[in-house]
């Protein structure tokens, strides 16, 4: 098999999710899903970028688009009940990034159209569709995908995606936000935060194009992150190459697995699905 080559540049940042956006442009009535009928292989429908790729492989937390003029690119993605959607790009084959002129950077960002999408929803016929933040379709997915084989594309991506316990259970509907706190939204965590204990130079840094990038300390870290109502809070994170660090600080689990996030005082305060405070971090001005 191919190895995958990863990257981390910044992208641009989609609208803030609407968690009960309308469909436009569908037939029938529009209606909510559970995040976990979105795992499966899909054909691509109705993307407007020709080059964007053929079928979406959906997995649990892990993502393939394959078919795209660069072949098959690797990253994950976030759901939750409410009908928020993150996608993110950051790996492709070695062999097509070398041989590629373009490839490079495809294997270092996500597409402009899956970029834009911040939600989904089931339209008049049962089937998913991704929405950008105005809730206009970007693109429809249709079921039964068979991905092609590929020299360096491993068995596994061959498969039908199956939803497995873990997957219920990271897609499960997250406990309201506590009522003391003030609902982050799309702007209030953008800046810079330091946790109150361990590893001194341990941060994590939320930016406006929808980025963040951070270090426990030793290992830089980055990925893509969205906010929805209710203090809704969905992120992903990058392959990295992990170095041994004394009093490292977890700041990618803290962010990959919050579901909520607010504001206690000048604090940003970070929930599990299950209402467990993970992190309270600090503004660093």
């Known amino acids: 098999m191919g190895v995958l080559l990863t990257g981390c540049a910044r992208q641009g940042h989609p609208e803030a999710a609407d968690p009960k956006p309308s469909v436009t442009g569908t037939t029938g009535a529009a209606m909510s899903m559970a995040p976990e009928l979105l795992i499966g ?3 691509l429908v109705d993307v407007a970028d020709p080059g964007a790729g053929t079928i979406l492989r959906l997995a649990a937390g892990e993502l393939h688009l394959i078919g795209s003029h660069c072949g098959t690119l690797g990253g994950s993605w976030r759901a939750n009940d409410e009908g928020v ?3 993110d790009v950051w790996s492709a084959s070695a062999v097509v990034v070398e041989s590629t002129p373009g490839c490079e950077k495809a294997s270092q960002e996500t597409p402009g159209w899956l970029r834009s999408v911040t939600a989904y929803q089931s ?8 929405l950008d933040g105005r809730g206009q379709a970007v693109a429809r997915l249709i079921p039964g995908a068979t991905p092609p084989p590929e020299p360096d594309k491993a068995d596994s991506v061959l498969e039908p995606p199956v939803v497995t316990d873990e997957a219920r259970r990271a897609l499960a509907p997250a406990v309201a936000l506590p009522t003391m706190l003030v609902p982050a939204d799309q702007r209030q965590p953008i800046g810079r935060w330091v946790p109150k204990s361990g590893h001194s130079a341990a941060y994590l840094e939320l930016t406006a194009d929808g980025e963040w990038h951070g270090s426990d300390g030793c290992n830089d870290q980055s990925g893509r992150w969205i906010t929805a109502a209710g203090g809704t809070l969905l992120a992903t994170a990058r392959a ?3 170095a041994f660090c004394a009093d490292s600080v977890p700041i990618e689990q803290w ?3 919050a579901r ?3 504001l206690d005082g000048t604090a940003l305060v970070l929930f599990n699905a299950r209402g467990d405070e993970t992190a309270r971090l600090s503004p660093t001005s």
């Open 41 to 43: 292989s899909w054909t």
């Open 240 to 242: 990295i190459t992990l």
């Open 123 to 130: 339209d008049g016929a049962g089937l998913p569709v991704l």
């Open 85 to 87: 959607f993150l996608a």
């Open 260 to 262: 909520r996030a607010g």
């Open 255 to 257: 962010v990959t697995t």
